[in-house]
């Protein structure tokens, strides 16, 4: 279920609902307050009132208006009401928060006077403990509301992405590009993700699960947008508590994909290529070539081997550019990229190797599902999307014998699909788990859009060149 998913009516009768209710709870604060009842129901100049009334700065209107810190200011002076009408204990901010603003309704329209502006209401004198107490508690408030709407640290633990992205990128993605979900396990610790810090121990409790809302987002996955995920195919957690991957997008919902000869094809067009997009390579020396020419070229996973006709050399994964620098050594003999024997098959490949006798460079065509799809069941269907209808759509009692789809027992001839799906790769095309193995990514699987690096370590450098100064501040393409 998605926020998205209601009609214009129901969300237009969602915001002004809500901006009813919060106007009358105004109405009644600011007559109390000495204010004209009626401002509450006036767009904008309700919020400078309210302003003037807990006490704060008046340009914090235009706070309200900033990304990411009109969160806080609109919860500082949120509280800062409460606080002007003497309801200010740990359970009034608590119900004040969840439940606002059908809680604020209820303080305004109860037996509470207004005491003065919040910022003049002299602190109550509090021990070292209560202090450290709720700045504990603020920070975890904090952290947790920054992580779970805005934005949230990740750090790439393998090569998959490389070199757009090395191991040891820390990174930020971005929530609200594609918009937050909301939690499905709610009984968590906070700032954890399946497991206790340290331990084998479960950081949630999984007898509540919740219906999963996504709320409105600055925009929609596209083609070769870089996105982090729930890894689909990990059954032992619930959805919003698996393993994160990081892939990119090269095909959305309806496109059909294809890959020739390890060049990917999106509706018969070859698609965009990432600029550091990784090959295998065969390069054949008879000569040792030293490590460090490796790395001077970001050359990072190479291994000595016998290649076709007993030739001696190494296999590597590497860039276009990166190759065509090696070659130029007087001890190369060639260089050349190596891709899969199209007439072998791949056993693992998805989505069946016995009806689609692909690999990882000869792959497809096959279309990635929409919400609205219909398909005619059969062996093929059956065989190209079965594992999707049965393990992503949220369908009661799915049953595949051989090329019937039955669902809570009743035989269905066509099915309609209800989510939209996306097929991901990494940028590192010989050395990455993605959609050519697991399969098609639902949207209510996506996480965030990765949107900058802010940290890299390179932990096979020495203790002074372990950050990579050149990585800090990146963006993501």
């Known amino acids: 279920m998605y926020l998205n998913d209601f009609s214009l009516t129901t969300v237009l009768i969602i915001v002004i609902g809500w901006y009813l209710l919060q106007s009358m709870a105004y109405y009644k604060f600011f007559t109390k307050a000495g204010q004209k009842g009626w401002i509450g129901f006036v767009p904008f100049y309700n919020y400078y009132i309210h ?55 209820y303080v305004a329209y109860g037996p509470t006077q207004y005491v003065g502006k919040a910022t003049e209401i002299p602190k109550t004198i509090k021990g070292p403990a209560k202090e450290w107490f709720e700045a504990i508690v603020f920070a975890f408030f904090a952290a947790t509301i920054i992580r779970w709407a805005f934005m949230e640290a990740y750090v790439i633990p393998t090569p998959s992405m490389e070199r757009s992205l090395l191991v040891g990128d820390f990174l930020f993605v971005s929530k609200m ?43 929609k996955v596209e083609r070769n947008d870089v996105v982090v995920f729930n890894y689909p195919p990990e059954f032992e957690y619930p959805r919003d508590l698996r393993p994160h991957y990081i892939k990119r997008c ?25 600029e550091l997009m990784q090959m295998r390579y065969f390069v054949e020396t008879d000569q040792t070539i030293r490590d460090r020419i490796f790395s001077d070229l970001d ?59 692909w690999n990882a460079d000869f792959y497809g065509p096959l279309t990635v599902p929409y ?52 097929f991901m790769m990494g940028d590192n095309r010989h050395n990455s788990l993605d959609s050519r193995y697991f399969g098609f990514v639902s949207e209510d699987f996506i996480v965030g859009e990765a949107s900058f690096i802010w940290l890299s370590l390179d932990d096979r450098a020495d203790f002074l060149d372990k950050i990579r100064w050149n990585r800090i501040f990146k963006l993501i393409h």
């Open 250 to 274: 090269i095909a959305i919902s309806g496109d059909v994909l294809e890959v020739r000869a390890g060049q990917a094809y999106v509706n018969n067009q070859p698609s965009d290529n990432p």
């Open 371 to 422: 919400k609205g799809m219909t398909i005619h069941v059969n062996d093929s269907s059956i065989a190209m999307y079965g594992s999707t209808i049965m393990n992503y759509e949220d369908q009661d009692a799915v049953e595949i014998i051989k090329d019937q789809l039955l669902i809570s027992g009743k035989l269905v001839t066509d099915y309609t699909f209800t989510k939209d799906y996306y």
């Open 51 to 105: 302003i003037q009334i807990v006490g704060r700065p008046s340009y914090w209107v235009l706070l309200l208006f900033v990304p990411i810190i009109n969160f806080f200011v609109a919860l500082t002076i949120h509280l800062d009401l409460l606080k002007s009408f003497k309801r200010y204990s740990y359970l009034d901010q608590f119900l004040g928060v969840v439940l606002a603003p059908f809680y604020m309704m």
């Open 177 to 219: 590009e594609y918009g937050p979900r909301s939690p499905k396990t709610p009984l968590q610790l906070p700032l954890t993700h399946a497991k206790v810090w340290g331990t084998e121990l479960p950081s949630y409790l999984s007898f509540l699960e919740l219906p999963q809302l996504r709320f409105p987002s600055l925009g």
């Open 299 to 357: 050359i990072w996973e190479y291994h000595q081997t016998i290649g076709a006709n007993n030739k001696t050399g190494y296999l590597i994964l590497t860039t276009e550019t990166s190759a065509n620098k090696l070659a130029e050594l007087d001890f190369i003999k060639s260089i050349e990229k190596t891709l899969e024997n199209e007439a072998r098959v791949e056993s693992r490949i998805f989505p069946n190797a016995d009806f689609y006798p």
